[in-house]
């Protein structure tokens, strides 16, 4: 039942921007870390943004200064506001969320992922 949601890619210019959203349901987003990732073709999935459930972010440096995480507790989403794209940012875009606890006194990990969104820039 737990379900992400990505949506808000698409193909845009060199220099312009895209707003992606992420839509969680199925369990308690506002205790969640969210993040985005993202995979170019032949690449390893990069962490680019992180915004803790306190609202603490952190950016690749890549992107820092262009892109801005965000999230709306009340819709149970998470946004990516992307600026001044270029052809580095073209990858398909992952939603992430975490929680991280302990269950029957052992360490467990709630790491879900959404389906991705691709993002593609013109050069």
């Not at 308690?28 to 990732?37: G, L, R, V």
């Not at 600026?83 to 940012?89: A, G, T, V, Y």
């Not at 992952?94 to 992922?113: H, V």
Request: aromatic share 12%; hydrophobic share 30%; charged share 20%.
């Amino acid at each position: 039942q737990v379900d992400l949601e990505e949506s808000g890619g698409g193909l845009v210019q060199h220099g312009g921007s895209l707003r992606l959203s992420c839509r969680a349901s199925g369990f308690a987003f506002s205790t969640h870390d969210m993040s985005w990732y993202r995979q170019a073709p032949g690449k390893v999935r990069e962490l680019v943004a992180n915004i803790s459930s306190s609202g603490t972010t952190h950016y690749v440096d890549s992107v820092k200064g262009r892109f801005t995480i965000s999230r709306d507790n009340a819709k149970n989403t998470v946004y990516l506001q992307m600026n001044s794209l270029n052809s580095e940012d073209t990858a398909v875009y992952y939603c992430n969320a975490l929680y991280q606890t302990y269950y029957d006194g052992r360490p467990r990990i709630w790491d879900y992922w959404g389906l991705g969104t691709q993002v593609t820039v013109s050069s």
